[in-house]
Every structure is written in structure tokens, then in C-alpha cells.
């Protein structure tokens, strides 16, 4: 099977814009996650859908958002871009069902840079 | 809400010996699963090592395996016979509801030949 995939790689915004990367989970994966990795903050969690639905969101700013599609690829939002927004913005992909705790898949990430 | 600690920020290791990387955790869940990430300088975050909590046996893939103490919330990983390629950042990560995964800080490993 093929992994988890994230386009574009890499980013260069200026403050106040907008950007939307896009990931496309392991075949057969309904759920989606995403992180964001900074070296001051370590690696937090964003949100997550399954099945199109938003089921947890971590403690980010409403111009943090997200969606899933039908097939399960999932794109997430930042508007309004700020200094503070770079990072390295890694996806996941797991089988988990329910609410069952699974492991993730991860993709190589998107590194995004904000000037 | 689950905090997970890291306490080396970094360690080393000769090629071929033996290193354990310690992680402790805090959940009030009691169905959990707990993860080791490997993060190479490539940036693609690899599983290495997953254990569930309801399981007493600890769980051992090839060269690496852990030392899961559920009562005292530990959770640590052994890589024996190191080898180069494992030189990298391992993260140790708790996922007791759904799909969100805390994450420690990180250990950075270098494995000197």
C-alpha cells in the first residue's frame, strides 16, 4: 500500500495570507490527523476527522481549520498567516473505527515558512 | 488531560551497545495505547514500537522493545545492538481517546561509530 501523502513539501507565505495543504491518508484509512511541529512547542495536535466529520480539536486559533472529503483526503486551512505559524505540519492516517486508540501513519510533511 | 515526559533531551551510544530511552506518562484512561515514534533528519515520523495497555507483556519489535510499568506510568524503550541508522529523535506518544496523540519532547539519539 502506499503511505500517506502531503502536497506541497515545502511553503513560503507572507504574514496575512492564507494558506491550504492537503493530505491523502493510507488507502482504506478513514481517519485523518493533524500535528504541528515547532522546535519551541514540540508536536501538537490540531484536529481530527473521520469520515468527513470533525471528531477532536486541539487548543489552536479558530484560522486553524480543516476538512475530509468523501475519499478521506483531508486539507486544513491557515488563515491570516503569522511569524508563528512555521512549521513542519504533518498528517496522519489510521484504521481506527470508533473511538478505539489505533497507531498512525504518517507523511513526510509539509514544511511551511511564514515571512 | 494526559501529559507525556521525556526527561534526556538527548543521549548517545556506541554502535552495538545497548541504549533505553525512558518515557513516563499521566492518563486517568484506562484504555490506552502507547507509541515510539522515530524521527530521522528526513522529518518522516516512523512508528517503531506500539503497546497496548491492557496487554502485561511487553512488546518487542527485532532490536527493539519496551519496559511497559503501567502502575508507575513508565514506559521505556531498549534498542539493542545500535546500529547508525538509528540515529534520530524518538518521541514517546500516548493515544487514549480517538485518534489524538500527545506527544513527549523528544529524545535526540546519536549512535557514534
Known amino acids: 500500500k502506499a503511505g500517506v501523502t502531503q502536497t506541497p513539501r515545502y511553503l513560503i507565505k507572507t504574514r496575512g495570507q492564507q494558506v491550504t495543504l492537503s493530505c491523502s491518508p493510507i488507502?482504506?484509512?478513514?481517519?485523518v490527523s493533524w500535528y504541528q511541529q515547532t522546535p519551541g512547542q514540540g508536536l501538537q495536535f490540531l484536529f481530527e476527522?473521520?469520515?468527513?466529520?470533525?471528531?477532536n480539536k486541539g487548543n489552536f486559533p479558530g484560522r486553524f481549520s480543516g476538512r475530509q472529503f468523501s475519499n478521506s483526503r483531508s486539507e486544513m486551512n491557515v488563515s491570516t498567516l503569522e511569524l508563528g505559524d512555521s512549521a513542519l505540519y504533518l498528517c496522519?492516517?489510521?484504521?481506527?473505527?470508533?473511538?478505539?486508540?489505533?497507531?498512525?501513519?504518517f507523511g513526510p510533511g509539509t514544511r511551511l515558512t511564514v515571512t | 488531560a494526559q501529559t507525556v515526559t521525556q526527561s534526556q533531551p538527548e543521549m548517545s551510544v556506541q554502535e552495538a551497545e545497548t541504549v533505553t530511552l525512558s518515557c513516563t506518562y499521566d492518563?486517568?484512561?484506562?484504555?490506552?495505547?502507547l507509541f515510539w515514534y522515530k524521527q530521522p533528519p528526513s522529518r518522516q515520523m516512523i512508528l517503531v514500537i506500539r503497546?497496548?495497555?491492557?496487554?502485561?507483556q511487553n512488546a518487542t519489535e527485532n532490536r527493539f522493545s519496551v519496559n511497559f510499568q503501567k502502575a508507575a506510568k513508565s514506559f521505556s524503550l531498549k534498542i539493542s545492538d545500535s546500529q547508525l541508522g538509528d540515529t534520530a529523535m524518538y518521541f514517546c506518544?500516548?493515544?487514549?481517546?480517538?485518534?489524538?496523540?500527545?506527544f513527549g519532547g523528544g529524545t535526540r539519539l546519536m549512535v557514534k561509530p
Open positions: 496522519a492516517s489510521s484504521s481506527a473505527s470508533a473511538t478505539s486508540p489505533v497507531e498512525q501513519y
Open positions: 488507502s482504506g484509512h478513514r481517519s
Open positions: 476527522y473521520f469520515s468527513e466529520t470533525q471528531r
Open positions: 492518563t486517568s484512561e484506562n484504555n490506552y495505547y
Open positions: 503497546q497496548e495497555a491492557y496487554k502485561q
Open positions: 506518544a500516548l493515544n487514549n481517546a480517538g485518534n489524538m496523540l500527545t
